[in-house]
């Protein structure tokens, strides 16, 4: 049997075969923006071919297929979802508008010239009803069926295609809100429905009623998307499950996204850590630093100890997300990351994309402006013959055309203008590295750097270089790199319920009682992926913080009935983790607890990669010729290999280039490489 990885991308369509004697066979195909499904079924007839089988015969001998996606992402970054409509409790519409009052934390405080926060629905669209839970979860009034319906058919009357309810208090207690979200669901077939209280069930109104309409406002998109998709691939053949990459670094079953699309932003990805972790176990390094440069974005985690972080604190555009997500950074820098000179005559690159469609200009399918695609072509490092296979032979006279209208007002020649986009856009690489690992408190040249995405083999070295990182990891499957991580990933889901108390008058039945309930719940969700229910880890954790703190900690919780032993215990875990985050505690200060949570696992089936062939230290026999590759203002004649020819432990100095199937690998001098035996490439700083 196989399992099958898919990433949809903004450029490309990722999908990665791993069989049953732990070879891995990779495929790219453009995205088709229009309807990623085409892409999908592109990429999987391209394995079929591989594998010299129908599409049909290939598919039913996979058991697994996962499933990431940018979809959600894009459908909000680029405002093209559904018109959404919001049922509140009444005198409170206006309350995702004011927000908490501040500015966006991303934006400089002295910047006086924001412009005002525009939400996903329109005030006309945000209608109240008479209803009210208290923070206690005591129902002071029941909601009115009459109202919401009213409420219903007005926005209905306006075209809307979903519907978000978000009362006050749901989180509670979420009776009021349950009954309205049956009633519209029951009434109103045609409309996608979401409820606060099955979003995000936690304090803080505004958190909770902003990330549902993030919810109602991709959902229609996202759910016909993947159930048009599941639908066309069990036509074809598909006959084992399919399971879609979570924000949270969790896999779940297509129907329970469908209702609940937000949980797809950051859905691809969010799986590049774990292939970090992977890849960390297999070559016995820790402190790893996953980056991932495709070709619209540029996306970096530290994982300092090989552990995945994961954070509430997501922005999405001016939008706020507060469900759980792997933290991952991301800025627009990508191969197809444009070019361009700003107002002060400044080069900038990124961050615009040429992304699919029409591509960088060296594509030739109708892209004029220069990317960074076009900028690694004339300096040699991506050959024009050999791009993706061959499959998409690069234009070099297109590419030179493009770069020259950045050259011309610099008077650079296009030599050096290639360069200039090429260390550029390496700048604002390293400086987000920097973002996620200095100014925590980090020394990043403590870390070994994991490089992913097509171009990031290209680019890793150079970042390196620029920020003193002394190892780099280039896997071979480096251009699919987050559907690699796929492989490598949990089934489960992550529950929460917010109880608000100080640790002096925590009621601990109150608390016993909220983690039983999200344990049936837990079972119930594994049950419905058919996992046997004594395969499942229950992991408990904890948010607190000192009163009258902001930011809170999250902590991890015993499992069982908990008593008043395992309440200091749990106070002095929580000392301990703040001095360990922050470099300090205060042991005499009073500490609330804010949310409790519960993170439900199988672990993924096991699997194990093929190992490649050994040879000596020489690495001559895989030589293929020379060509000239511009480094530090220099062209120098650089060997070319082939990577289908390198051996395990050959070793060689740069400047090289390794030239995969799906990406480049470029050793600039300075630099040596080694293959290990799984056909990783060691690149180390000389």
């Avoid at 109602?216 to 996202?222: M, Q, R, S």
């Amino acid at each position: 049997m196989k399992r099958i990885a898919i990433d949809v991308g903004g450029t490309f369509t990722d999908c990665l075969v791993l069989d049953a004697s732990g070879a891995l066979s990779a495929f790219k195909s453009p995205t088709t923006p229009q309807d990623p499904t085409q892409g999908v079924r592109q990429a999987l007839e391209q394995a079929a071919q591989h594998f010299e089988q129908p599409l049909s015969t290939f598919l039913k001998d996979v058991d697994l297929l996962m499933h990431g996606t940018t979809l959600a992402t894009n459908t909000l970054i680029n405002k093209a979802g559904a018109k959404t409509g919001m049922i509140t409790t009444k005198n409170f519409r206006d309350l995702v508008e004011i927000r908490r009052g501040i500015k966006d934390p991303r934006v400089s405080m002295y910047n006086l010239f924001i412009p005002p926060y525009e939400p996903l629905v329109p005030r006309y669209l945000r209608l109240g009803v008479t209803e009210r839970t208290l923070w206690n979860g005591e129902v002071l009034k029941t909601v009115s069926p009459t109202e919401v319906r009213e409420a219903a058919e007005k926005l209905r009357q306006e075209g809307v295609q979903s519907i978000a309810v978000c009362f006050l208090h749901s989180y509670a207690n979420p009776q009021n809100e349950e009954a309205a979200a049956n009633l519209l669901r029951g009434s109103f077939a045609d409309l996608y429905v979401c409820a606060s209280h099955d979003i995000l069930p936690v304090w803080g109104e505004y958190e909770r009623f902003s990330t549902t309409l993030v919810d109602a406002y991709v959902g229609p998109v996202v759910s016909q998307y993947l159930r048009k998709l599941e639908r066309e691939l069990k036509r074809s053949g598909l006959k084992g499950a399919m399971l879609m990459i979570l924000a949270n670094g969790l896999t779940q079953t297509v129907e329970h996204c469908a209702k609940r699309a937000v949980f797809l932003i950051g859905s691809g990805p969010a799986a590049q850590p774990s292939a970090g972790t992977f890849l960390g176990s297999l070559t016995k390094q820790r402190d790893l630093l996953t980056m991932d440069m495709g070709g619209t974005s540029f996306d970096v985690c530290l994982l300092p100890g090989g552990e995945i972080p994961t954070t509430t604190e997501m922005w999405q555009e001016d939008h706020r997300v507060a469900i759980k997500i792997v933290d991952v950074r991301s800025i627009g820098a990508g191969g197809g990351s444009i070019a361009w000179i700003d107002s002060l005559g400044l080069l900038r690159v990124g961050p615009q994309s040429a992304g699919a469609e029409p591509g960088p200009a060296c594509y030739n399918r109708g892209g004029t402006q220069p990317t960074v695609t076009d900028a690694d072509l004339l300096l040699g490092y991506v050959p024009a013959d050999f791009f993706l296979g061959g499959s998409i032979p690069l234009d070099a006279g297109a590419a030179t055309k493009a770069v020259k209208s950045v050259a011309g007002p610099h008077k650079m020649s296009v030599d050096e203008a290639a360069e200039a986009i090429f260390t550029t856009v390496n700048m604002n690489m390293a400086n987000q590295i920097t973002e996620v690992s200095t100014k925590r408190g980090y020394d990043v040249r403590d870390f070994t750097l994991v490089a992913g995405g097509g171009a990031g083999a290209v680019h890793a070295a150079f970042i390196a270089e620029q920020l003193g990182i002394e190892k780099i990891i280039v896997p071979s499957t480096a251009a699919l790199f987050s559907a690699f991580g796929m492989f490598s990933m949990d089934l489960g889901r992550d529950f929460a319920r917010s109880f608000v108390s100080r640790a002096l008058r925590l009621d601990l039945r109150r608390v016993n009682s909220l983690y039983a309930q999200m344990e049936k719940e837990a079972r119930a969700n594994i049950r419905s992926m058919k996992i046997p229910v004594q395969d499942v880890v229950l992991n408990r954790t904890a948010e607190m913080r000192y009163v009258r703190q902001f930011h809170q900690v999250e902590v991890e919780m015993p499992n069982g009935k908990l008593g008043a032993a395992d309440l200091e215990l749990i106070l002095n875990n929580f000392h301990k983790r703040h001095d360990e985050l922050f470099t300090f505690s205060m042991p005499w200060r009073e500490v609330e607890f804010l949310t409790f949570r519960l993170k439900a696992v199988a672990p993924r089936a096991p699997f194990k990669l093929s190992k490649i062939k050994p040879g000596k230290a020489d690495a001559k026999a895989a030589l293929k010729s020379k060509r000239p590759c511009r480094f530090h203002g220099r062209q120098l004649d650089t060997p070319i290999y082939d990577s289908d020819r390198l051996l395990a432990n050959n070793t060689f100095k740069g400047p090289a280039i390794i030239e995969e199937p799906t990406t480049t690998v470029v050793i600039p001098p300075g630099f040596a490489c080694a293959i290990d035996a799984y056909k990783n490439y060691i690149l180390t700083r000389r």
